[in-house]
């Protein structure tokens, strides 16, 4: 029997142009997922790509994905991840601090815009954004100005983004009629309405005179109702 010797150094050389060409697949494909605002399927290709080979640019398209799915924590994770590049922007730092303001951050997040302010005083997003988490934190800084009182809409799905109307809420929450949205793959989402019966909240009523196929989201009533 014939005895193959393998170079160890040529064994990992072979190893390691594989595994950086698998990575270069995921990442193409993560990046083309992405432009077609397949934000999920970005994410899943990119983080298999990122496994096996960082990459810078694919490191900001994956906290971008999990930015436009609103998986906040995810991207800010990322976004650090990111702080950490020679190459990093002030796009990117501020694309760190609302992904900080999503989480509730705000002190942090501040201090990103003001670092940011510091070398550059006439960007007007860092300072918006910096003065906005400056009110915030003044907000929450004594807790008598907000009042929370808790609403039982006999719901299975996630309710938010309530809004008063009519004697009652009108709130967004998940359709669930059997199609997802193909750039997230979650249910689309439709306005629904409970108006409060003595202590009790009925079960929300579907708004179909405004509901449609895709997104119904985030209510603005007119001042005329």
Request: net charge neutral; proline share 5%; glycine share 6%.
């Amino acid at each position: 029997m014939k005895r193959i010797t393998v170079n160890p150094l040529v064994a990992l050389t072979i190893a390691s142009l594989a595994l950086g060409g698998c990575a270069s697949q995921y990442i193409r494909s993560g990046k083309q997922s992405y432009e077609d605002l397949q934000y999920q399927d970005a994410i899943w290709s990119l983080e298999k790509g990122l496994a096996r080979q960082d990459n810078p640019e694919a490191r900001r398209l994956l906290a971008e994905s999990y930015m436009m799915v609103n998986e906040f924590t995810k991207a800010n994770e990322e976004y650090g991840k990111v702080a950490l590049y020679s190459d990093n922007t002030d796009r990117d730092r501020v694309r760190q601090g609302q992904a900080l303001m999503a989480n509730g951050r705000f002190t942090e997040a501040s201090e990103i815009f003001d670092g940011i302010l510091a070398r550059d005083p006439v960007n007007k997003l860092a300072a918006s954004l910096s003065q906005s988490c400056k009110k915030m934190t003044e907000m929450k800084r004594d807790s008598l100005f907000i009042q929370i009182a808790n609403v039982n809409i006999p719901t299975e799905a996630p309710v938010y983004s309530a809004f008063p109307y009519q004697d009652g809420l009108i709130i967004t929450s998940p359709a669930f009629r059997g199609d997802d949205d193909p750039y997230t793959n979650k249910a689309f989402t439709d306005l629904y309405v409970s108006r409060k019966n003595g202590a009790s909240w009925p079960a929300p009523q579907a708004q179909n005179d405004v509901n449609g196929p895709y997104h119904a989201a985030v209510a603005a009533v007119s001042p005329n109702g």
